[in-house]
């Protein structure tokens, strides 16, 4: 019977082995990194936690001026979280990986599932882009002290417009075009 730990984002499963014990890092049901062996429960969960922190230290390095996740970070998110999107979400997701250079207005994505306010696709992005946010551990720009969970998703797609508390609610017009983070694109066609 295997014992499980909190970590981070992820659950550390641990169980007997021979004289010793041995670990594993998951998130979602997918493994995570190597199976450690030590002669302790404790010292096999060590060496776990000592993996993934050196891991997310590495990755951490390799993100952008944004701070925003590597696409290795997200394809690892968006693998754990796409179960849980239902087909509505699922279908925008597809219509905004589509569409050219991965660019929709939020009305557009309404229209893409047959319904027609962007508010509609507003909210369902927000569900989305908080479960993908929360699973990277990542924190999007915030909008009068609220976070903007769209960006975990997209960014705006004109240069004229930016993300952050100056300016009006970029949710609020169904007309701002967004384009798929390009990581979120090679999550979803696992390129």
């Not at 915030?142 to 004109?158: N, S, T």
């Not at 930016?162 to 169904?174: F, H, L, Q, V």
């Amino acid at each position: 019977m295997a014992n499980s730990t909190a970590y981070l984002r992820y659950v550390i499963r641990s169980m007997p082995q021979g004289n010793g014990w041995r670990a594993r890092a998951l998130s979602g049901d997918l493994a995570v990194g190597a199976i450690r062996s030590a002669p302790t429960e404790a010292a096999a969960i060590d060496a776990v936690r000592a993996d993934l922190d050196a891991a997310a230290t590495a990755q951490a390095a390799l993100r952008g001026d944004d701070g925003y996740p590597t696409a290795g970070e997200v394809r690892e998110a968006y693998a754990v979280c796409e179960p849980k999107f239902n087909s509505t979400q699922r279908k925008m997701l597809r219509a905004h990986l589509e569409a050219p250079d991965h660019v929709l207005t939020a009305t557009d994505l309404a229209l893409a599932v047959d319904r027609t306010t962007h508010r509609f696709a507003n909210s369902q992005y927000a569900i989305l882009g908080h479960r993908l946010a929360t699973e990277l551990a990542w924190e999007p720009p915030q909008h009068a002290g609220e976070p903007m969970w769209i960006y975990a998703l997209a960014v705006a797609a004109d240069t004229d417009e930016t993300a952050g508390d100056a300016g009006e609610d970029p949710t609020k017009s169904g007309d701002r075009r967004w384009q798929l983070r390009p990581e979120v694109v090679a999550a979803m066609t696992k390129g």
